[in-house]
């Protein structure tokens, strides 16, 4: 499919998400870490504020999404791999903040594959504030569309 460097800019709609403490644990627990930054109120206080989630955490997102928080260049699915995924924190996210999370295309461009044809790349950032309209996070993460059907 020919690249449409159009969809560049494009914004999904704001998705609410509520950093819950037994979410925090859940994940930590799925993830399997035992940090006790996840676990023991009192360490956390102590040391970071309150229980804090993961780095990773901020993944849980797309639960919160109903669908109008992304943003969905044309890719071919079949052909789709995620590509890379960084975290950049800004200030201290702990459970009980409500995020607010917004999404945008950052980049689309193309480069030749490997094993030919040509892979299109779509990098979407997104940045999350708190329940104070402080930035707290930002999320890149970068989609690649094969030039060629992938086999297993």
């Known amino acids: 499919m020919p690249i449409d460097r159009s969809w560049i800019g494009r ?76 975290f950049e924190f800004r200030r201290p996210i702990h459970a009980g903040d409500v995020l607010t999370a917004r999404t945008r295309v950052a980049d689309i461009y193309e480069k030749p594959g490997r094993r030919g044809g040509t892979m299109t790349f779509v990098v979407m950032d997104t940045e999350f504030t708190n329940q104070r309209g402080e930035l707290v996070a930002r999320a890149r993460q970068v989609g690649i569309e094969t030039g060629q059907v992938v086999k297993d």
């Open 11 to 86: 914004t999904g709609e704001p998705v609410v998400m509520h950093v819950e403490r037994g979410k925090i644990r859940e994940f930590a627990r799925a993830i399997k870490d035992d940090d006790p930054l996840y676990f023991d109120e009192e360490f956390a206080k102590r040391e970071a504020g309150g229980i804090m989630p993961p780095v990773t955490f901020l993944q849980t997102m797309t639960h919160w999404d109903d669908g109008r928080g992304r943003v969905r260049p044309p890719m071919d699915l079949k052909r789709a791999l995620h590509g890379e995924q960084e």
